[in-house]
């Protein structure tokens, strides 16, 4: 399930392929999930009419803080996929690695043979959705996903022939001075799904279901990098402090070390977290959510 191309690197990236239930690992190290396949509705927009629509998958969506791992993580967002009555939904985030090549974390709940030929064409990080992602800050439909190439409508087709007839993509982006940025896309098998105002309560928990995922994930990569990087509480700070602008003498006033110590200690840990410079560091543990659990306040 995991691809490490060093010690200090949480993974390159984790596929995970979901119908239901019972877990198998496939030699090409993605996670699949079968059983029962996912319940599938004629339209979304109608399930959305019915009574307790709302408050089934509210229920669903707040299980999904509990998970302890990314099975249990895949498994949950598959009962929140359920309760929408969509045919599936993909789950991608890009984590910048400090210079390095970006990985990758993707959950696919949805039909197995979908994520196989997905995993096997590229990245979902080269996926016309995740491209819209990235440029969008507000969620949006397949209507607003530009096909600029052969590649991307084959890409496209792939999507459509597994229930992706129709699509709601809402990004979630890390912050304004964070290069991560996380995915979801919810799809139907029904054209035309999620257009129009009957839509608007789905889109509502579609954005109420990303930012649990994102934030699931921001706790699950704080504590891999962590543990990967063997990074103290002092580290943390220390990268904090460089994230915010601070020089070496700045730092060593605030601290009480000497800057001569102070560099040392920066040296040690950017041979642990595998980058060439403090800066690029700070940014790795800013992508993997450190910034938010440092007590560094803002510069005087």
């Known amino acids: ?35 029962k396949e996912l319940a599938q509705h004629s339209s979304i927009r109608e399930l959305s009419k019915t009574e307790n629509f709302a408050a089934n ?18 498994d949950r ?13 993909i789950y991608t985030a890009g984590i910048p ?15 197995p043979g979908f994520a196989q030929a997905q995993c096997t064409t590229g990245s979902m990080l080269e996926h016309p959705w995740f491209r819209f992602a990235r440029r969008h800050t507000m969620p949006g439909t397949n209507h607003q996903v530009p096909q600029q190439d052969n590649v991307d409508v084959q890409a496209i087709d792939l999507a459509n022939q597994y229930g992706f007839r129709s699509c709601l993509i809402v990004p979630t982006p890390a912050g304004p001075d964070v290069d991560r940025l996380d995915m979801l896309c919810i799809g139907s098998a029904t054209p035309d799904d999620f ?11 579609a954005r109420a279901l990303a930012a649990e995922l994102h934030d699931w994930l921001t706790r699950h990569l704080q504590e891999r990098l962590r543990e990967a990087a063997r990074l103290h509480t002092h580290d943390v700070t220390l990268l904090a402090m460089e994230w915010q602008g601070m020089g070496s003498k700045e730092i060593a006033q605030r601290t009480g070390m000497t800057a001569t110590s102070v560099n040392s ?4 840990i950017n041979a642990r977290l595998h980058c060439r410079n403090r ?7 800013a992508a993997h959510g450190l910034m938010e659990s440092s007590q560094v306040g803002p510069q005087s």
Request: charged letters at 15%.
């Open 195 to 205: 257009e129009g105002t009957q839509a608007q309560l789905v889109r509502t928990l």
């Open 77 to 89: 967002l598959a009962k929140v996929t359920q309760a929408i009555g969509a045919s599936g939904s």
């Open 1 to 35: 399930m995991e691809r490490a191309s060093s010690s200090t690197r949480a993974w390159t990236r984790i596929h995970c392929v979901s119908l239901r239930h019972s877990c198998t690992l496939n030699s090409n190290g993605s996670l699949t999930m079968s059983s």
């Open 265 to 268: 200690r920066f040296q040690r």
């Open 97 to 111: 690695e400090g210079g390095r090549e970006t990985s990758s974390f993707s959950l696919f709940a949805c039909h």
């Open 279 to 285: 800066r690029a560091s700070a940014q790795r543990a």
């Open 57 to 74: 998958v509210v229920a669903a969506i707040v299980q999904i803080p509990l998970a302890n791992s990314p099975a249990e993580l895949l």
